[in-house]
């Protein structure tokens, strides 16, 4: 079983960019799909992009589409959430978890399915 920490947020001004990591520990980390998850404050933990072990395909939310790129690196153990052209709404706990059952694609992006979550990682855009 996975355990995950996230790191990189902060505080940064609309437009501008940040680069999450969620890093790994334990075994066959390449064998799991991450996701990556957001929660403001009174919202409900809503997708927001997930990278599949093997072929590596990504999924994003439609918010988010053109301006994050999900990578991971299966060496350093790393999944790596790089986003740009920041704003207001983006703000939020930012969350990485593993994939645990799959029923669709839907499952890619539904927090129901992930388990083994981080900590979260704070993003704030505000100018």
């Known amino acids: 079983q996975l355990q995950l920490a996230e790191s990189g947020g902060g505080l940064v001004l609309p437009g501008e960019s940040l680069t999450l990591s969620c890093t790994a520990s334990g075994s066959r980390f390449d064998y799991y799909t991450i996701g990556w998850f957001r929660q403001a404050p009174g919202k409900e933990r809503e997708g927001v992009s997930c990278?599949?072990?093997?072929?590596?395909?990504?999924v994003y939310a439609d918010s988010v589409k053109g301006r994050f790129t999900i990578s991971r690196d299966n060496v350093k153990n790393t999944v790596t959430l790089q986003m740009n052209t920041l704003k207001p709404e983006d703000t939020g706990l930012y969350l990485c978890?593993?994939?645990?059952?799959?029923?669709?694609?839907?499952?890619?992006?539904?927090?129901?399915?992930?388990?083994?979550w981080g900590q979260g990682t704070q993003v704030t855009v505000s100018s």
């Open positions: 978890a593993v994939l645990e059952n799959y029923y669709g694609d839907y499952s890619l992006l539904f927090p129901p399915h992930f388990g083994s």
């Open positions: 990278i599949t072990s093997g072929d590596e395909q990504t």
